[in-house]
């Protein structure tokens, strides 16, 4: 009859034999599973390091805009005993062909002065080198 000490001991060794297996697949399936470097000698970004930066970890934008608008009404008279100001009609088709951010203003009110910007911000900068 085997001791108890020999028993455990062949338990250990399986175990660590099934561990080191088990290891074993995992790392060849990383590799068969791993893309080709790139021709141009490009180096990829490992697993490990697209997970660091995952949800734009480590990027800081800071968009600082400033815009001046001005504009003056000056020596304008509504003249009348019933003024309309009519209605603003933009029939189908109107903006057919057009493409982009479009910012558009429209008014039927007399003596207005219609101000409007708009800033578009696309960043495309890699994030700096880290320490």
Avoid: C
Avoid at 6 to 19: C, E, P
Wanted: aromatic share 2%; glycine share 14%; hydrophobic share 40%.
């Amino acid at each position: 009859m085997k001791s108890v000490t020999q028993v455990r001991g062949i338990l250990i060794a399986a175990a660590v034999l099934a561990s080191a297996s088990a290891a074993s697949a995992q790392q060849a399936a990383l590799t068969a599973s791993a893309p080709p470097a790139p021709a141009d000698g490009t180096e990829l970004l490992s697993l490990e390091d697209m997970g660091a930066l995952s949800g734009g970890t480590g990027v800081t934008v800071v968009v600082d805009t400033g815009q001046v608008l001005t504009a003056t009404n000056t020596g304008n008279s509504v003249t009348g005993d019933v003024v309309g100001s009519g209605q603003v009609n933009i029939g189908s088709g109107a903006f057919s062909g057009y493409d982009g951010i479009g910012n558009f203003v429209i008014n039927t009110g007399h003596n207005n002065n219609l101000q409007s910007s708009m800033n578009v911000s696309i960043v495309l900068a890699p994030p700096a080198p880290g320490p």
